[in-house]
């Protein structure tokens, strides 16, 4: 069985807020929580690969950015630390998906759970997403906030489509992210992903991958191209951190059903770098 198709392992689920410990299924936010009412806070969602969260110190980075662009203080990194440390008490070596919450009431929530089990993400349909666009713009743009509605709304419009999930376009045109996954594809040999300069979120499995890649000895490139610019590409990928790397079939009218070698080489780099054996 390869690792990608490994069933999900058996987690107990724990929340962690404020500081205090308890089972995720009795955990609960007031519904007046600036969190609940108004989706107004970060967020963070951290793959666990045989009990060590992937990158901790970058998405700690990235929800202070998150926090800063949307006008709220970062948290108070040794209290948020010492919550993720209790999170993941008694987790041992299994897998699992790590999840921050700082929200505008000060509340800060930690999730330790089993990592989603998700279809499958072969066909994606290109959707509009105006509120990707250059930070000089939009200070917003890129941040994890907790204000997911427009992207899971870009995904439910692309499976009604008939497509799995969305591919996300800018107002300009340009091929962006999916609403909750990075996009890489690979045209003259070469692995091209948009530019986290588009407005896009800065992921962690997107700069894991290009450094994989860079390190394979591949050639890769970050830009601004429209949706045109995949004719000749050979393969499609999306990733994030509680994903492997995906080969994509079709996006929109382009179609991708050769063999995927960058893909699985990718995968395999990723997945090796994520279980410590890099
Ligand atoms: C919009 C969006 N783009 C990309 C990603 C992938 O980011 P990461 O690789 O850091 O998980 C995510 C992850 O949730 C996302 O929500």
Redesign the pocket.
């Known amino acids: 069985m390869t690792p990608a198709s490994q069933p999900a392992q058996q987690v107990d689920a724990v929340a962690v807020i404020d500081g205090l410990r308890l089972p995720l299924a009795q955990a609960a936010l007031p519904l007046t929580d600036d969190g609940v009412a108004r989706g107004d806070g970060a967020f963070e969602?951290i793959?666990v690969w045989g009990g060590r969260p992937f990158r901790l110190p970058d998405?700690l980075e990235?929800l202070g950015r998150s926090l800063e662009a949307i006008g709220l203080p970062r948290p108070d990194a040794a209290r948020l630390g010492g919550e993720i440390d209790l999170a993941l008490e008694g987790l041992g070596s299994r897998d699992a998906a790590l999840r921050l919450f700082v929200i505008a009431s000060g509340t800060r929530v930690v999730t330790v759970s089993a990592q989603p089990v998700r279809a499958a993400l072969r066909h994606l349909a290109p959707q509009p997403a105006p509120w990707i666009r250059p930070p000089a713009e939009y200070p917003a743009a890129g941040a994890?906030t907790m204000s997911?509605g427009p992207?899971m709304a870009a995904t439910r419009r692309a499976q009604r489509d008939g497509a799995d999930d969305a591919l996300?376009l800018s107002s300009a045109g340009h091929v962006c992210?999916?609403?909750?996954?990075?996009v890489l594809w690979v045209r003259d040999g070469r692995l091209c992903t948009p530019a986290v300069e588009l407005g896009?979120?800065?992921?962690?499995?997107?700069?894991?991958l290009l450094q994989a890649a860079a390190e394979l000895g591949r050639d890769v490139e970050e830009g601004h191209w429209q949706l045109e610019d995949l004719e000749g590409a050979t393969e499609f990928i999306a990733?994030?951190?509680?994903r492997p790397v995906k080969a994509v079939r079709r996006v929109g009218a382009w179609r991708f059903d050769g063999p995927t070698p960058t893909a699985d080489a990718l995968a395999a780099a990723l997945e090796a770098w994520r279980r410590g054996r890099r």
């Open positions: 969602t793959g998405h990235r994890k997911y992207n996300l992210e999916g609403p909750t996954f990075c896009i979120v800065d992921s962690i499995s997107r700069r894991s990733c994030s951190s509680v």
